[in-house]
């Protein structure tokens, strides 16, 4: 499967892709958003690799994002895919921070919010995210997504308590912002 859109595509992973995507993260001192992980190894990137492998196709749906150089950049999911109630959550990481806050995480969102709406019949998409990521809370309002709730101190990061804030977008207000890919 291959998703295109003006700066990137979207594609299948390959073990090769795992392995350069977990070697070329970069942790973000300036805007943590995770825990640091120390300790990556290509051990770890197989590992991660055969549990996307285990769940593709049934609770995630998790592809590559290229630059149409060829060049992977990041990954993108719609992830816990719950068929009855016709919903799932979305994640989406960039691997260098030089990648980032280019508009082609944007891009990606975009791409697999149309694909779930359209083609797997989703009717609504969470996301998740902390108070202090900024970049990923205006991405997900430039996509459409609505502020539904706030997790008070929910999320101990670096020695601090964050809150987690919870947005969601249904497949009427996607369909409405009329994206054509």
Known sequence: ???QEKDI??????????????????????NPTE??????????ANDWFDEIQKLQGNQNVRLGIFKNDGTVIGDVALQDIDRVNRKCSVGMGMAKIENRAKGYG?????????????????ERITANTLDINIGAQKLLDKCGFVLEGRERRSVYLNCEMHDKLNYAILKEEFLRMGYEN
């Open 1 to 3: 499967m291959r998703l």
């Open 9 to 30: 595509y979207l594609e299948t992973l390959s073990r090769e892709d795992c392995k350069t995507l977990w070697n070329d993260f970069e942790y973000d001192f300036d």
């Open 35 to 44: 825990e640091l992980n120390l300790g990556h190894s290509d051990e770890k």
């Open 106 to 122: 944007g891009q990606a969102v975009m791409l697999m919010l149309n694909y779930g709406f359209k083609y797997l019949g989703l």
